[in-house]
């Protein structure tokens, strides 16, 4: 079974986002509300997940499973981009405007993948 390319773009976006936790974890830890503890490992453990799970796309027997576990981090990763929203010493130097923007991407990225359940 051969999997459509754009499941491939996928899975790369994934792949290099989770290793950009681990190249420049400041961006990611800024963001992750303060109610949560230890954002460090937070971050390490969402960044281990988009790695993982975009490989799993790319496997014709673990894509709908990597599919699903896509949609679960991307509702768990919500309040972190809200938080991002709200918060002005969260904001990476993005304007309100722009904040306000990348909320509903994320239902655009949950509908990608959603594509591939």
């Known amino acids: 079974m051969n999997l ?3 499941l491939y773009l996928m899975a790369l976006l994934y792949i290099l986002a989770g290793f ?4 420049n974890p400041r961006l990611y830890i800024k963001i992750i509300p303060p109610y949560f503890s230890n954002p460090k490992l937070l ?10 799970l975009g490989i799993f796309l790319c496997l ?5 499973f990597a599919s699903w576990g896509i949609i679960a981090l991307l509702i768990a990763i919500f ?3 809200l938080y991002m929203y709200k918060n002005d010493n969260a904001s990476l130097g993005m304007s309100k405007t722009m904040r306000l923007l990348r909320l509903p991407i994320q239902l655009v990225l949950i509908f990608w993948a959603y594509l591939y359940t």
């Open 60 to 64: 014709p027997f673990t894509s709908k």
């Open 79 to 81: 309040p972190a981009n």
């Open 4 to 6: 459509p390319w754009h």
């Open 43 to 52: 971050n390490s453990l969402s960044g281990i997940a988009e790695i993982i």
């Open 20 to 23: 950009n936790h681990f190249r």
